[in-house]
Nanobody, 126 residues
Framework: VQLQASGGGLVQSGGSLKLSCEGH????????LGWFRQAPGKEREFVTC??????????RYAPSVKGRFTVSRDKVKNMVYLEMNDLKSEDTAVYYC??????????????????WGRGTQVTVSS
């Protein structure tokens, strides 16, 4: 599966952005999908993920974004979205979407994801 993230940009602190990730070559509902981010000089970190199932445990969020970010899927359009609200300067990073098919519930580990899209830059000005 090939992934392409888009929707990044420059936004003021407290603002909102919605990132999109489009899948090509395979049907995204068959994959667990994750969003990760990497700030300059830091390791890539988990943001959120959504599983193939729709149970209560189907989505996971990093504590730093819980309550502000929401992950969702559009199975018809083969897309996954990351809606980000109340953005803070520490949210500034390159955001990546990733896919994996090896776990029933999505993983928060970068090493579990074999498929990655090109990132999209999110910059939050204070």
């Amino acid at each position: 599966v090939q992934l392409q993230a888009s929707g990044g940009g420059l936004v003021q602190s407290g603002g909102s952005l919605k990132l999109s990730c489009e899948g090509h070559g395979s049907t995204l509902p068959y994959y667990a999908l994750g969003w990760f981010r990497q700030a300059p000089g830091k390791e890539r970190e988990f943001v959120t993920c959504t599983s193939t199932t729709t149970t209560e445990r189907a989505t996971r969020y990093a504590p730093s974004v819980k309550g502000r970010f929401t992950v969702s899927r559009d199975k018809v359009k083969n897309m996954v979205y990351l809606e980000m609200n109340d953005l803070k300067s520490e949210d500034t990073a390159v955001y990546y979407c990733a896919a994996e098919a090896g776990h029933f519930y999505c993983s928060n580990l970068t090493t579990d994801y074999p498929y990655w899209g090109r990132g999209t830059q999110v910059t939050v000005s204070s």
